[in-house]
């Protein structure tokens, strides 16, 4: 199983600033995956983050919000832009490959004030 | 696209008792089920799945069961411990191809009572 490396692990942050979430996997991956999930809720994708080109957003999200970098096929950022108390939220990288397992890693727990 | 329905939303059984907790998904095409449990403050963690080719699979006292022709899919938990009390979810993907999702339950949050 891959073992998935998120920084920071929470962090509490100024409405209107930008915090960039990163994803280290510990071996290469296919897939890399960003989720949002809610206090108390599931799991909402917000994004495949694509190695070398631009990620593919789901319904609801779009790229100037929450840009995201893949340069390889290890690491992947995440930035949650011009932030509100609304983005108040765990964000979770995911990796697999496909016919694989997807791992999860421990999330970041943002909160904005 | 794809919506997975699971129930319950909270379960509460004894230390020894069994634990079920079920989902149904609408797309005919997922081929892929795993489920997840989720401890506070941690990630979701991978603990049984199954493909659409196989009927159930066992790992101790955790099982999984599949229905295609139903569209749903169940985990049992035999002889429960307090260490199982966690949220659990659902999900399903179509593997095959050169891209793959999950879609997600809304979870279930299971308490083992010592």
């Known amino acids: 199983s891959a073992v998935i490396s998120q920084k920071p692990s929470r962090d509490i942050c100024q409405r209107g600033t930008s915090l960039t979430i990163q994803c280290q996997v510990d071996s290469q991956v296919t897939m890399m995956f960003w989720y949002r999930q809610q206090p108390g809720q599931s799991l909402t994708l917000i994004a495949t983050?694509?190695?070398?080109?631009?990620?593919?957003?789901e319904s609801g999200f779009v790229i100037d919000k929450f840009p995201i970098s893949r340069p390889n096929l290890t690491f992947s950022t995440l930035t949650v832009s011009n932030m509100s108390p609304e983005d108040s939220s765990i964000y979770l990288c995911?990796?697999?490959?496909?016919?694989?397992?997807?791992?999860f890693g421990q999330g970041t727990r943002l909160t904005v004030v | 696209g794809e919506n997975v329905e699971q129930h319950p939303s909270t379960l509460s059984v004894q230390e020894g008792d069994s634990a079920v907790i079920k989902c149904t998904y609408s797309d005919s095409a997922s081929n892929y089920f795993p489920w997840y449990k989720q401890e506070l403050g941690k990630g979701p963690q991978l603990i049984i799945d199954?493909?659409?080719?196989?009927g159930e699979k066992k790992d101790q006292r955790i099982a999984v069961t599949l229905n295609k022709t139903a569209k749903h899919f169940s985990l049992h938990i035999t002889e429960t411990q307090p260490e199982d009390s966690a949220v659990y979810f659902c999900?399903?993907?179509?593997?095959?191809?050169?891209?793959?999702?999950?879609?997600f339950g809304k979870g279930t949050l299971l308490t083992v009572n010592p």
């Open positions: 983050a694509n190695q070398g080109s631009e990620a593919t957003y």
């Open positions: 995911s990796g697999g490959a496909a016919n694989t397992e997807a791992f």
């Open positions: 999900a399903a993907s179509y593997y095959g191809g050169s891209n793959y999702k999950l879609t």
């Open positions: 199954i493909r659409s080719n196989v």
